[in-house]
């Protein structure tokens, strides 16, 4: 694929997701403070904004990298958030956004040992300075999707308009790697009685001690396994409502400021939580977590029920889809008949990305073939236990209408959203100001954005 055609596609995709990947690009580099590339309305683009999102393209395997067509994307990204705050149909979300800031701010406090850690990783001056950076990547993120969102919501490609956008590109359009489609039941081991029950008596003990004189944070240090509070005496400030998952909410918000839960058991594990204070739709709170972490002979009585379930549907006495439904702790895929979605949101995946201890399992397996259970982890780290069934296999080939139109027609209507984007953002040109610095004065900018050039 050629860059240009590549770039064209990527318009779309980097309005979508330029708020997460910027946010983890400029935090991790720790340059969100710089030189203003451009201005447009009231909105900035910074030299490192620029440069992030170029290394971030670079690490997905883009090649033939020009920095003016970033500069432009970024451009075009921040006019639609310029427009988007002048849309009387889009919600202000300003002040969710404001507030849920924090939420991952902690978030990415608990991958430290404390806020010193990770604010010289980041680079940031101050607690505040971070929660401020990521409130306004969050804030262009969702402007950005919802203008684009507006302007693309009639967008649709007819099979004629496929076929011509297959005939026009194909020579351009990259052979597909060796691909699976996989499903999935995944389960939670689940704990004994006696070891909820053991869980509760030492919540229970930890309780009593606090009311006997210990202090809540002095037993949070000690006893709690949640990473991102445990440090800071199990304590959560600014939380909002509904923020948190229901049972530890339900359980905070029934509290009197001061008074201590009975232990709550959440997805999480069991809890004893403290209500600090709440006002209005925030509240703050300290509790002990104490994980539930099965143990060996949970993980396995989980095995044994899952190579169950796997004889039943080789017997033909449940479909795999039906067990995936009545049995998988999956959310994700428990309603979509156990598929695990690829990174395009297709039901195939390239099977070099394949994670490496499904693809242990998957070795020497063939089409309709169901794995043995066995253990992993979930994106939070807890132990799972899982059985893969191989729906297809799909080798490496160039792509045809044949074999690939649903792929075909998502790259036609990606291009018809980025014209009509681009359409919309050239009308708006003539009359947003504009201004570019001059270590871009050579760019050869697709669209008519250079009116004023501010020199260094």
Not at 50 to 70: H, L, P, R
Not at 153 to 179: G, H, R, S, W
Not at 337 to 363: M, Q, W
Request: glycine share 6%; net charge neutral.
């Amino acid at each position: 694929m050629t860059n240009k055609l590549k770039i064209t596609f990527l318009f779309g995709i980097f309005i979508m997701m330029m708020g997460a990947n910027t946010m983890k690009a400029q935090l991790k580099q720790g340059d969100l403070i710089d030189g203003i590339a451009a201005v447009i309305g009231d909105e900035i683009v910074l030299e490192s904004d620029v440069n992030e999102q170029m290394n971030y393209a670079k690490q997905q395997g883009a090649s033939n990298i020009d920095k003016c067509e970033f500069l432009e994307n970024l451009l075009n990204n921040k006019l639609l958030v310029y427009e988007a705050r002048k849309d009387t149909l889009i919600e202000n979300r300003s002040a969710a956004i404001k507030e849920q800031a924090n939420a991952k701010y902690q978030q990415l406090l608990s991958q430290f040992p404390d806020e010193k850690a990770m604010l010289t990783a980041y680079k940031f001056r101050n607690g505040y300075e971070m929660k401020n950076a990521i409130e306004k990547i969050d804030i262009d993120q969702y402007y950005g999707q919802a203008k684009y969102q507006r302007i693309t919501e009639k967008a649709d490609v007819t099979p004629n308009e496929v076929t011509d956008f297959y005939n026009q590109y194909k020579a351009q359009l990259p052979e597909i790697k060796d691909e699976v489609s996989l499903s999935q039941i995944m389960m939670f081991p689940k704990l004994t009685e006696a070891h909820k029950q053991d869980l509760v008596n030492r919540l229970n003990k930890i309780k009593k001690d606090i009311q006997g004189g210990e202090t809540f944070e002095s037993q949070a240090r000690i006893y709690s396994e949640d990473p991102g509070s445990a440090s800071n005496g199990g304590l959560m400030k600014n939380i909002s409502k509904g923020q948190m998952v229901k049972p530890f909410e339900a359980a905070a918000l029934n509290l009197q400021e001061g008074e201590i839960s009975e232990p709550v058991e959440t997805e999480f594990g069991y809890h004893i939580i403290q209500l600090v204070k709440k006002s209005g739709k925030i509240y703050e709170a300290k509790h002990i977590l104490l994980m539930a972490t099965p143990t060996d002979d949970e993980v396995k009585t989980a095995r044994v029920k899952l190579d169950s379930i796997k004889g039943l549907v080789q017997s033909g006495k449940i479909t795999f889809k039906d067990a995936a439904f009545k049995f998988s702790d999956d959310k994700r895929t428990k309603f979509n008949a156990g598929v695990i979605p690829g990174a395009d949101g297709s039901n195939k995946i390239e099977r070099e990305t394949v994670p490496g201890t499904i693809s242990y399992e998957l070795a020497g397996l063939n089409k309709g073939d169901i794995t043995n259970a066995f253990d992993d982890e979930d994106e939070r780290k807890r132990k799972v236990v899982k059985i893969v069934k191989v729906e297809d296999v799909i080798p490496a080939h160039q792509i045809t209408l044949e074999t690939d139109y649903d792929r075909i027609k998502q790259m036609a209507l990606n291009k018809k959203r980025n014209e009509m984007v681009e359409k919309f953002v050239s009308s708006r040109l003539p009359t947003t100001f504009i201004s570019i610095d001059g270590r871009y004065d050579t760019c050869n900018l697709k669209g008519s954005w250079k009116k004023d050039s501010v020199k260094k």
